[in-house]
Nanobody, 115 residues
Framework: QVQLVESGGGLVQAGGSLRLSCGAS????????MAWHRQAPGKTRELVAS???????FYAEFVKGRFAITRDNVKNTVYLQMNSLKPEDTAVYLC?????????WGQGTQVTVSS
């Protein structure tokens, strides 16, 4: 069983920055894709950003230019740098990874953006 553990969430003012980390118990080098999703209360889960093993990235339109996803295959860690945060970014952010065509999720870390 692959374990994903997020950290770095917290309370930040609008316009501020936060960096989330997701540590994986298995190597992410051979992983097909790693991603960050988020879910606010009463809302559906939505993809924020993803990154393939060779570094190709995808960003949801609502975070383009503000967020950046990176991965460190040596540390088996995926990061989400969040800048220019808005109150609507408030959500539980969950780490996602794929191994052997199976999906794995972290437990999530709360991000709250105040105005």
């Amino acid at each position: 069983q692959v374990q994903l553990v997020e950290s770095g969430g917290g309370l930040v003012q609008a316009g501020g920055s936060l960096r989330l980390s997701c540590g994986a118990s298995e190597s992410i080098f051979s992983g097909n894709v790693m991603a960050w999703h988020r879910q606010a209360p009463g809302k559906t889960r939505e993809l924020v950003a993803s990154i393939t093993s060779d570094g190709r990235t995808f960003y949801a339109e609502f975070v383009k230019g503000r967020f950046a996803i990176t991965r460190d295959n040596v540390k088996n860690t995926v990061y989400l740098q969040m800048n220019s945060l808005k109150p609507e970014d408030t959500a539980v952010y969950l780490c996602y990874g794929n191994w052997d065509w199976r999906d794995y999720w972290g437990q999530g870390t709360q991000v709250t953006v105040s105005s």
